[in-house]
């Protein structure tokens, strides 16, 4: 897998009624990764949107990894949500449930792991409710429990990330950047998933170039999308997806940044609304093209990731 590979999100499955419904079939599993590979994407991030990626059995992940040889593309990550690792009464079960996805990431042959601590919207639900940090010992707790979990992924070669979202205690760069520094890890890094921070209804903490340029330089993976905030008189938003060229996220900047600052990972591309698959492979084309022109002029060579 190349260095800087734009990764099709399987989230973008899940979008795909047809495909939603027999997600958790095995036998059709080759058959829907080929949606995104015969878009062009060579690289597969593989969201617990469609999968429970942490759940998955041992004869499940041989078959998801013969699935994906069959298509020819590479795993760029494995991400999983709902890991509470804040709260003290869920935390033992957040810990394990991110042991069981470390073991998925290794045997799947991928090198990076990423955490949400949001959780998944219930049946019904749009969206997941707004958690916020409970008391001032929230980060010493999380930090604590993932410098055990970095130590793990470890040895066996992976590096974990934190995926920020709106709803949660991961909604802005301080709050990354302190549970970073509390792990005292250096294979824990940040996810800037900076179109989540878009989409919440209130008032955002800080631009999103605010937010990202402070971790530039913990960046290792990165789930990109983009849209359109528009603000309300009364102090509310609405956020409507955009193609990734159109919103209000600049990511010809960012990613001229985010290279020059040292980002080497992949990128998974997502996009929530209408063909999210088409509009996924024209993102696609649009960041390659950027990432290729921000090189040439920068006089990076782009190398092939080893494998796990």
Not at 17 to 40: K, Y
Not at 57 to 62: D, F, K, L, S, Y
Not at 98 to 105: E, L, M, S
Request: aromatic share 6%; with cysteine; proline share 5%.
């Amino acid at each position: 897998m190349r260095e800087l590979v734009v990764a099709g999100s399987t989230g973008l499955l899940f979008a795909y009624q047809g495909i939603r419904d027999e997600r958790r079939d095995p036998g059709s599993w080759a058959r829907q990764l080929r949606v995104l590979s015969n878009q062009g994407f060579t690289a597969v991030d593989l969201s617990e949107l469609w999968l429970p990626m942490a759940d998955l059995g041992e004869a499940e992940v041989q078959q998801l990894a013969a699935a994906i040889a069959e298509t020819g593309m590479d795993v760029a990550g494995v991400s999983i949500v709902d890991i509470p690792l804040g709260n003290p009464d869920l935390q033992a079960q957040a810990q394990a449930k991110v042991r069981r996805a470390i073991g998925v990431t290794k045997r799947l042959g991928a090198a990076f792991l990423s955490l949400g601590f949001h959780a998944l919207p219930a049946p019904g639900e749009s969206m997941p409710p707004r958690w916020t940090a409970t008391d001032d010992g929230e980060f010493a707790r999380i930090g604590e429990a993932l410098a055990v979990l970095a130590q793990e992924a470890a040895e066996v070669g992976i590096e974990l990330t934190l995926e920020m979202f709106e709803r949660g205690v991961l909604d802005r760069s301080a709050n990354v950047l302190a549970i970073i520094a509390a792990s005292g890890s250096d294979n824990v890094g940040a996810n800037p998933d900076l179109a989540n921070l878009l989409r919440a209804p209130w008032p955002i903490v800080e631009d999103w170039s605010e937010t990202f340029a402070p971790l530039v330089p913990h960046l290792n993976y990165w789930h990109v999308k983009n849209g359109m905030r528009m603000s309300l008189p009364d102090g509310s938003a609405i956020y409507q997806p955009t193609d990734m060229g159109s919103g209000n996220i600049d990511y010809r900047s960012a990613i001229q940044k985010a290279i020059r600052g040292g980002f080497r990972g992949p990128l998974a591309i997502e996009h929530y609304g209408g063909d999210a698959i088409a509009q996924a492979a024209l993102g696609r084309a649009y960041l390659e093209r950027i990432i290729s022109e921000t090189c040439a002029f920068e006089e990076i060579q782009i190398k092939e990731l080893s494998r796990k």
